[in-house]
């Protein structure tokens, strides 16, 4: 039987970055320290008011191919992560095989998911390749979340930054995709949404702004999320996750060396942790200088981990995402 691998993974960040005390020159009753209490958050990347997901999912890509782990005509399949696309149509994918040049018979796609893509795309190169339709996949995440983002809405830009990756999924390489798992629950959909700008509710430029019951913003051009909703929803369905995922994979969790979780924020991971009863050594942060990048948050993590060489001697990662959607999704990775 086939088997399907990571093969290297390369990472782009936006060069402006928003810190606690550029929030707190905004939003004077929370303080950077307050900030970083709450979400576990020091700073954040933010794409530049021309720079788009596309853009960065270029750069992300170019320095994966400067890693010289690949070459532009080994690329048989692009699939593309984002919720920020540049336009309605075309797909980005296809405008991305053009900017990289790579060859006009690879097979490129778009698909919207947030939290839980990464898993999701995993999945996806892994099934291409054993059901022999390619070789070599360029699995790219890229999100730019902060335009989005209402100007006064002082939680969410404490939470979210702008990220790309571009992970090259092969027959061969440093980790192999293991068992996979997904669970969606769209009546969970308005929890987390933009919900003008689409074909049922186009954008107004009359926009109302209200305040939820909890004091958060609403502003139907710009990003809502329930965060207790969010919370409760992660709380409830993660750990189910998981213990499917080391059922289907014949794994206990003792023997996971590495926990990699999307890095939503500081306090609901700890409360995770916590729940799971996992190890400050085996459970993965990577949000401090960052923030939620979404679909980019496990790449991203694996990046750094691999970078430090943190995983030499290591035998098994646990990747979960779950969030927008609602969506979740699990991928062993087997080093």
Known sequence: MKNAYIKDIAVYLPHSVLTNEDLEKEFPEWTAQKI????GIKSRHIAAVDETALDMTEKACNALFSQNTATKDTVDFIL?????????LPTSACILQHRLGLLS????????????????GLALAKGLIVGGMAQNVLLVTSETYSKYLHPLDKGNRCLFGDA???????????????????????SG????IVK????????????????????HIV?????????AGIFSFTLKRVPKMLKSLLEKSLLSMEDIDFFVFHQANAYMLSHLQKKLKISDDRFVLCIEDVGNTVS?????????????????????????GFGVGLSWAGAMIDI
């Open 36 to 39: 970083f209490d709450k979400v």
């Open 80 to 88: 593309l992560c984002t919720q920020s696309a540049d336009y309605k």
């Open 105 to 120: 018979s690879v097979g490129a796609l778009d698909f919207n998911l947030g939290c839980s893509g990464y898993c999701y």
């Open 164 to 186: 790309a990756t571009a992970t090259l999924v092969s027959s061969e390489g440093f980790a192999r995709i293991g068992e996979c798992i997904f669970g969606t629950d769209g």
């Open 189 to 192: 959909a308005e929890s987390l």
């Open 196 to 215: 003008n700008g689409g074909a049922r509710n186009p954008f107004s430029a009359a926009n109302a702004v209200s305040y939820d019951d909890a004091g």
């Open 219 to 227: 502003s139907p051009n710009h990003l809502y999320m329930d965060g």
């Open 296 to 320: 980019s948050t496990i790449p991203l993590a694996l990046f750094r981990l691999r970078k430090e060489k943190s995983l030499e001697g290591k035998k098994h990662i646990c990747t979960l």
